[in-house]
């Protein structure tokens, strides 16, 4: 069984909430999982961080934070599909990397890596910063119309779960 096939089967077992089975194939494919991030080839790298969100890995936070950071875009989206995973249930993943995730809306050289980046956020806390990040990028004639109607999507969503104080 591939690393790929093995994380496939582990999103397979976290859905239906078999936590048991999966605790157990996380501890089988640790140590492989570690090593495909650090792989020289790019694409064992991404199926590596694509895992982690779908072994629900929460503490491989800093390798996937690793993942953002990568030179390869398809590892970084990768790494971001996973954090969207990892957040749907719970902020306190975006907010850990907001940071990060903010660097990458703005200045990542792939418009699809930062469009992830933008769904990413809707994940997060409704925080000002992030809020006023979005809505200018929305904003900007200069940016691309799917960058900027997901940016103005996820704003807007997040104003409404902030409240009427934003």
Not at 28 to 41: F, M, P, T, V
Request: charged content about 30%; aromatic content about 4%.
């Amino acid at each position: 069984m591939s690393l790929a096939e093995a994380a496939a089967q582990a999103d397979e077992l976290a859905q239906s909430g078999a936590e048991r089975e999966l605790s157990t194939l996380r501890q089988q494919w640790a140590d492989e999982l570690e090593g495909a991030a650090r792989s020289g080839d790019y694409r064992e790298r991404a199926v590596a961080y694509r895992a982690i969100g779908q072994f629900r890995f929460r503490q491989k936070l800093e390798l996937l934070r690793r993942g953002l950071d990568d030179e390869s875009p398809a590892a970084r989206g990768s790494a971001l599909l996973s954090v969207q995973l990892l957040s749907k249930d719970s902020p306190g993943v975006v907010n850990a990397i907001r940071p990060v995730l903010h660097t990458i809306v703005t200045t990542d050289a792939n418009q699809a890596v930062r469009r992830l980046a933008v769904v990413c956020l809707r994940n997060g806390s409704p925080q000002r910063e992030t809020i006023v990040l979005l809505t200018g990028l929305a904003e900007d004639d200069e940016q691309e119309p799917e960058l900027r109607n997901a940016a103005r999507t996820v704003a807007a969503d997040l104003k409404k779960r902030a409240g009427p104080k934003s």
